[in-house]
């Protein structure tokens, strides 16, 4: 088995988990047909999927609700391949993602493999063109791979999380073994970061692609909104004890100043990230709190620069599932030559990888037997997503301006 993608479920929508499962399946092309699993842990829903189990071939496990860190170690005890995946249960892949990160672990050998990701708010798909991830080459190794998990500071999450990655398995059931020894058995939140970061510090080899999208959706329902102060301040003393975790593993580190120090600008960011979410919502009890966890001597508000990489956004059209759609049955159905319009990220990177399974032609002198389709953008989304407009919202309009929320298109 080459690869495990695990799906971690607490009461998960149907329609979501079903399409995640779908666009799981169609992302790992009839490449590795066979050669993938999907491990389901269901962490003590009281919604019954068996249905979906059976229709997508999955591998399935219930427990008690024990929290996300053990349904994420659980679902790593249940995995057989070489490499392991994480997709949320509300989130979505595009057809092109699985498939190309396999391509690119066997060939180079990394030890991690991170793609490209964007949001899916309501009908909408767009990506951050800054993060660091999306925007740059990425192939290190050793200590300079830590180096670059703790310089982001926080701020450029596509770092940390776990699900635009790919991992060799020995490297997660290290950290497994690793969590389960020590006092990190209740993380709710952060649990991410803990596991990347054990993973991050034993992976020989880090590299990135830019081969599709991981889509995370946004929604009222998901389990990272803080809904009350007892939630935030469960969220803020597991991001914390994280954070204490990561700092006491480099005690003996030989760079551990310089990584200290990126360590504590992320504290910075995440105690102005709490403050502030604990500000908007009216849970003053909370402030002493903060200040006491996060080792602070005053509270701030979050800054601009803490989100800086995330401010240009680029949308990926009004018929993206479409084009998605168009291009994976060029996959399915053999060699066809073709005619597309350059420019469009992910219609440029789709194309360039069926050239290079012989999938394709693309040849002006011949005639042309297939139309890619071109993206569209209404001009609502134009004006939306226009950064020379979001800009001026930020010079002309209040912070407190509906006007200026619509510009920036606040998530």
């Not at 290190?140 to 060799?168: C, P, Q």
């Not at 909104?225 to 030989?254: C, V, W, Y």
């Not at 960011?269 to 003053?284: C, D, F, I, M, W």
């Amino acid at each position: 088995m080459k690869l495990s993608i695990i799906v971690c479920i607490y009461n998960t929508p149907r329609e979501y988990l079903r399409a995640s499962l779908k666009s799981i399946v169609r992302s790992t092309l009839d490449k590795y047909e066979g050669e993938y699993e999907i491990c389901i842990v269901d962490d003590g829903s009281s919604i019954d999927y068996g249905d979906l189990v059976s229709e997508f071939g999955a591998k399935y496990t219930k427990t008690e609700n024990r929290g996300i860190l053990k349904a994420r170690l659980g679902g790593i005890e249940m995995s057989s391949g070489e490499y392991i995946a994480f997709c949320d249960a509300d989130d979505t892949v595009s057809s092109l993602y699985y498939a190309p990160m396999l391509d690119c672990a066997y060939e180079s050998g990394a030890d991690i493999v991170i793609n490209d990701w964007a949001y899916h708010a309501g009908e909408r798909k767009y990506y951050c063109k800054n993060d660091l991830t999306v925007k740059n080459s990425i192939d290190t190794s050793g200590d300079d791979a830590l180096k670059l998990f703790f310089s982001g500071e926080g701020k450029h999450h596509s770092l940390f999380v776990l699900w635009n990655k790919i991992y060799r398995a020995q490297l997660l059931k290290s950290a497994k073994e690793q969590i389960e020894k020590s006092a990190q058995l209740d993380s709710s939140y952060g649990e991410d970061v803990l596991i990347n970061f054990l993973a991050w510090r034993n992976a020989k080899r880090v590299k990135n692609i830019h081969r599709g999208y991981y889509f995370y959706r946004i929604h009222e329902g998901q389990a990272v909104r803080a809904g009350s102060p007892s939630k935030l301040k469960k969220q803020i003393k597991s991001m914390t004890e994280t954070l204490d975790f990561m700092e006491n593993e480099l005690s003996t580190h030989p760079n551990r100043d310089e990584l200290v120090a990126y360590l504590n600008a992320w504290r910075d960011l995440s105690a102005r990230y709490h403050y502030t979410v604990a500000r908007e919502n009216g849970y003053t009890i909370l402030y002493d709190y903060i200040l006491e966890k996060y080792k602070q001597n005053e509270l701030e508000i979050a800054k601009k620069e803490d989100s800086v990489s995330y401010f240009h956004k680029i949308y990926l059209g009004d018929n993206f599932d479409k084009i998605d759609e168009a291009l994976l049955s060029l996959w399915q159905n053999g060699t066809k030559n073709i005619r597309y319009k350059k420019g469009n990220r992910h219609t440029d990177s789709y194309v360039e990888y069926l050239l290079e399974n012989g999938k394709i032609t693309v040849n002006k002198k011949s005639r042309a037997d297939f139309y890619v389709p071109k993206r569209k953008m209404s001009l609502k989304n134009r004006l939306r997503f226009n950064p020379t407009l979001y800009k001026l919202s930020l010079v002309f309009f209040k912070k407190s301006s509906k006007l200026r929320a619509r510009l920036k298109n606040k998530l």
